[in-house]
């Protein structure tokens, strides 16, 4: 019997039905939400004829009402003349959920631990960014290999000649700045002239940056990554015999946009700067 395709009754049809014995079989539903009731084929037909058309009819029982359900059940078999009343199985639907409710929490749980355990292995794992603080082949640039930046070769020697003699100036009670800003549009050689510093120098690591191998999502990442960058260069540079390291790095622009100055990271991204820090 195809009752579960049956049409949506009233519940008014099912009691005049159960009062002129015309049930003659019932269906219930598991959760006693739903009622299908059959229509005898033979006897005299006191209801709606529209009703009778259709064999298989659909009602929706109160919800939260048992006890009314319990007494119609049994007015249908005294009363009505219907004995053939069962009750419909659990979907395979209805059977998952209960499972699948009890075990929501855990899946949640698990993907927690997963998210969890990514960010602490990409916190971990710091020097994920290059491995550019060890390429020694970056260094042996030269100011020979430097050209249309006369004007500036003077300045940047005067650290070379601090990084080759630093007793020299030690001795002096010299010391040398920590850094110098070079400016200049994108492409004027800022990163190559800090690369034949360090050649010139023979420094023993050298790194160039930007500001995208530091910008993090969470608050301290970022640092983190700046400290682990410079802890390799000192490690890089205590391996070997002069101790020495320099870096490029080009991050004032987003610095400045990050901190709400828009005017002077436009003119500073249009200036791309770089740092050359010896040490």
């Known amino acids: 019997d195809n009752y579960r395709k049956a049409p949506e009754s009233p519940l008014s049809h099912l009691w005049e039905a159960i009062q002129h014995q015309m049930v003659q079989k019932v269906l219930l539903s598991s959760g006693s939400s739903i009622l299908y009731y059959k229509y005898k084929s033979t006897g005299e037909d006191n209801i709606d004829n529209n009703e009778t058309n259709v064999s298989w009819r659909r009602t929706r029982l109160p919800p939260n009402q048992p006890q009314m359900v319990r007494e119609m059940m049994q007015t249908l078999q005294s009363r009505g003349g219907c ?40 916190h971990a794992n710091l020097s994920s960014m290059d491995e550019k603080p060890h390429d020694k082949s970056s260094s042996t640039t030269t100011f020979a290999d430097v050209a249309g930046l006369d004007a500036i070769l003077p300045d940047v020697q005067e650290i070379v000649h601090y990084l080759r003699n630093p007793t020299t100036f030690q001795a002096l009670g010299a010391r040398p700045p920590r850094g110098i800003l070079l400016h200049g549009p994108p492409g004027c050689g800022k990163t190559l002239l800090a690369k034949a510093v360090s050649g010139e120098a023979a420094v023993d690591a050298f790194c160039a940056c930007n500001a995208s191998d530091f910008v993090e999502v969470f608050v301290g990442r970022g640092a983190a990554r700046v400290r682990h960058l410079f802890a390799q260069l000192r490690q890089q540079a205590r391996q070997n015999q002069h101790r020495k390291a320099s870096m490029a790095a080009g991050w004032i622009p987003q610095w400045l946009a990050r901190h709400g100055m828009p005017i002077n990271a436009w003119w500073w991204w249009w200036w791309w700067p770089s740092f050359m820090l010896g040490g």
């Open 83 to 122: 004995s053939d009343v069962q009750v419909l199985p659990d979907s395979w639907t209805s059977r998952l959920a209960q499972p699948m409710l009890a075990a929501l929490p855990f899946v949640y749980l698990f993907f927690l631990y997963r998210m969890v355990q990514h960010f602490s292995n990409q």
